[in-house]
């Protein structure tokens, strides 16, 4: 299957630091990838709909000043959580596909711990 | 707002028995997949079911789209260690977005050796 890296795979910041994760897609193209966030023994909650070359699509909740996603290259996506807190700490997903419909390719996952 | 619930939410067997974890949708689906989370792992595609009434088969995996493409179910005959890990389904709205997909609230089997 087609691989999603993403960096890095582990973060600790202090509160009121931004942080960034990038997701690459490395042996496919993606116009779409999404952003997902994960506690502990739950499920992946749907963050963002990252779209190449345009502003990523948010769900709702989700705030998009918090949350900065940049989608510059076909195979480059990125999360910036802004001014980040104790509650941000989570487990962050990015996905992407080779086409729509298809199945989705999952990135390792980056843990950010804000203390 | 559109909804997939898993039960059960967690499920703890005996290594050689059975295990089921069924998926039901809100609204109905174009296509549902099925996903699989090892511990500390990230989700990994396991099928995709498309039509009405499909069944399909890996090996000791049984998968199950119901005819009105609201439900589905993974099946596991004969458990094994190797199996543990959390299970997700995941299904893309009929009508909304092509790329987008909702995942289940995903079940839990852990198993006794």
Redesign the interface.
């Known amino acids: 299957?087609a691989v999603v890296s993403q960096h890095p795979s582990r973060v600790i910041c202090k509160s009121g630091t931004s942080v960034k994760i990038e997701c690459r897609s490395l042996d496919f193209q993606a116009t779409?990838m999404?952003w997902?966030r994960q506690f502990p023994?739950?499920?992946?909650?749907?963050m963002a709909?990252s779209n190449e070359g345009s502003k990523a699509t948010y769900e709702?909740g989700v705030e998009k000043d918090k949350f900065l996603i940049n989608h510059a290259s076909l195979t480059l996506s990125t999360l910036t959580v802004t001014s980040a807190h104790p509650e941000d700490s989570s487990f962050y997903?990015c996905?992407g596909?080779e086409g729509?419909?298809?199945?989705?390719?999952?990135?390792?996952?980056t843990r950010l711990t804000v203390l | 707002g559109q909804q997939v619930m898993q039960i059960p939410q967690y499920q703890h067997v005996q290594e050689g028995e059975d295990f089921t974890t069924y998926c039901n949708s809100s609204t109905t689906l174009s296509n549902i997949q099925w996903y699989k989370q090892r511990p500390g792992g990230h989700p990994v595609f396991l099928i995709q079911l498309v039509k009405s009434g499909e069944v399909k088969k890996q090996k000791r995996l049984t998968f199950q789209f119901g005819e009105a493409k609201k439900n589905s179910s993974l099946h596991i005959t004969a458990t094994q260690t190797t199996d543990v890990g959390t299970y997700f389904c995941a299904g893309r709205p009929k009508g909304g977005s092509a790329s987008k997909i909702i995942f289940g609230s995903g079940t839990r089997l852990s198993i006794r050796p």
């Open positions: 299957g779409t999404f997902y023994k739950q499920s992946l909650m749907l709909t709702q997903i996905s596909g729509l419909g298809n199945e989705q390719f999952f990135g390792p996952g």
